[in-house]
């Protein structure tokens, strides 16, 4: 992609959960590195005050020097915080203490996006502070969760309250799924899932160990799960593979 293109306003996107563990932060990182392999200028933010993983799933801790909690206080400037990652993609990490207040978070954001095509918003499991400011600055959302109950039953939660928060452009994202588990009734059971979800699918994720070790840049099933999730999010026609192919 021609970096000398016309610019424009990038499209932010919340990354949310029901609970932890679902793997929202492997899925912003997955992401990432695939809209910049396909020439899109990333900005993921980690808005997960105190609990911030993004710079270490990465591999960039040991260069951090700043933070969203430096910015905010008025100790450096807000580029003087972005970290590149690689060519293309970027990072803002999040204080190692404190709160993400919506409303300076939001005028934060705003003025990134010129900079960027996408900036995707890590916010905290759950509802909390990350929650709010994320919401605050998002266009739309992704719900990341995994094929277990409690999971799924907790991401319904989530899906109203991001239409009470004013954002009703959110997609599912089903991550560590194991197609051999799903047996004969794999499709009903993805069926299920996406009913108790309430929000549209727009990928799946295959279990995959090496992500823990940041292999966001290894061939595999993940890599290209994670290049088709991201080419519909550019408005390609990428259709579902079978489950076994996943």
């Excluded at 599912?172 to 194991?178: V, Y």
């Amino acid at each position: 992609m021609d970096d000398n293109r016309e610019r424009r306003s990038a499209v932010c996107i919340a990354v949310v959960s029901g609970k932890g563990g679902t793997g929202k932060s492997t899925v912003c990182c997955g992401l990432g590195h695939a809209l910049a392999r396909a020439g899109h200028r990333v900005l993921l933010v980690d808005a997960d005050a105190g609990l911030r993983c993004l710079d270490l799933m990465l591999s960039v801790s040991e260069q951090l020097v700043y933070d969203l909690g430096d910015v905010t206080a008025g100790r450096c400037d807000i580029s003087d915080a972005i970290l590149p990652v690689c060519d293309r993609l970027s990072l803002l990490a999040a204080p190692y203490k404190g709160e993400i207040e919506p409303t300076a978070f939001k005028a934060l954001t705003e003025r990134l996006r010129e900079q960027f095509d996408f900036i995707f918003i890590d916010s905290t499991a759950g509802i909390g502070s990350g929650f709010s400011a994320a919401c605050a600055a998002a266009d739309r959302a992704l719900i990341v969760t995994t094929p277990d109950g409690v999971c799924v039953r907790d991401v319904g939660r989530v899906s109203a309250l991001l239409s009470e928060c004013g954002i009703d452009r959110h997609r599912l994202i089903i991550n560590r799924f194991i197609s051999e588990s799903a047996g004969g009734n794999g499709h009903r059971a993805l069926d299920d899932i996406i009913d108790g979800a309430a929000s549209r699918l727009i990928g799946i994720v295959p279990f995959d160990s090496r992500l823990t070790d940041g292999g966001f840049t290894r061939r595999g099933r993940s890599r290209r799960a994670f290049d088709r999730i991201a080419g519909r999010l550019c408005g390609q026609n990428i259709k579902l593979p079978r489950l076994n192919k996943i």
